[in-house]
T-cell receptor
Framework: AQKVTQAQTEISVVEKEDVTLDCVYE???????LFWYKQPPSGELVFLIR??????QNEISGRYSWNFQKSTSSFNFTITASQVVDSAVYFC?????????????FGGGTRVLVKP | AAGVIQSPRHLIKEKRETATLKCYPI?????VYWYQQGPGQDPQFLIS???????DKGSIPDRFSAQQFSDYHSELNMSSLELGDSALYFC????????????FGPGTRLTVT
């Protein structure tokens, strides 16, 4: 069975601080996909990033960066220089390959509150 | 770019009534997924369809049924509604490419009174 754990339920920061969201996952698959989604107060789910299990290269995209480490089954996400508009619930998610049934398994979410 | 369309956006029903939620995927997307998000919870997978056939099933109650039509839109039918069915229902779609992420619609907020 697949499982995603986001230990942090809520993080509060002041604008311009960096925020790192932790995500730990469990899977028996050798090929899998990891995602981060953002859910602002308006309720929609916004895709942020995807990582394939066979690509551990960490990248930076604008103010977002992520750290994928298979050895520790972690897929952490960082927002640099946070802004008030970053206030939202962030979900880490895991899926299998399409052939195995690629439903998303979400973590419990981390609520980020960025104060001006 | 076109996004996933869900209707209605809000729905209020009474216990034991039925509800039908509709989802129109992104053009040329052939896979549709349904998720249920209760208050303060993470989204839970209900069911998915690929090329009009059910491809995977999660913790979907027997009172719920769904299908995907020839134009690839999907409908989630919910009968004998219970208070616990009050939730945000998301539809997502993806293409048949292995690496394609799921794109979510805005959700339908169902309130059962």
């Amino acid at each position: 069975a697949q499982k995603v754990t986001q230990a942090q339920t809520e993080i509060s920061v002041v604008e311009k601080e960096d925020v790192t969201l932790d995500c730990v996952y469990e899977t028996r698959d050798t090929t899998y996909y990891l995602f981060w989604y953002k859910q602002p107060p308006s309720g929609e789910l916004v895709f942020l990033i995807r990582r394939n299990s066979f690509d551990e290269q960490n990248e930076i995209s604008g103010r977002y960066s992520w750290n994928f480490q298979k050895s520790t089954s972690s897929f952490n996400f960082t927002i640099t220089a946070s802004q008030v508009v970053d206030s939202a619930v962030y979900f880490c998610a895991l899926s299998r390959t399409k052939a195995a049934g690629n439903k998303l398994t979400f973590g419990g979410g981390t609520r980020v509150l960025v104060k001006p | 770019a076109a996004g996933v369309i869900q209707s209605p956006r809000h729905l209020i029903k009474e216990k034991r009534e039925t509800a039908t939620l509709k989802c129109y995927p992104i053009p040329r997307h052939d896979t549709v997924y349904w998720y249920q998000q209760g208050p303060g919870q993470d989204p839970q997978f209900l069911i998915s369809f690929y090329e009009k056939m059910q491809s995977d099933k999660g913790s979907i109650p027997d009172r719920f049924s769904a299908q995907q039509f020839s134009d690839y839109h999907s409908e989630l039918n919910m009968s004998s509604l219970e208070l616990g069915d009050s939730a945000l229902y998301f539809c997502a779609s993806s293409s048949d490419r292995e690496f394609d992420e799921q794109y979510f619609g805005p959700g339908t907020r169902l309130t059962v009174t």
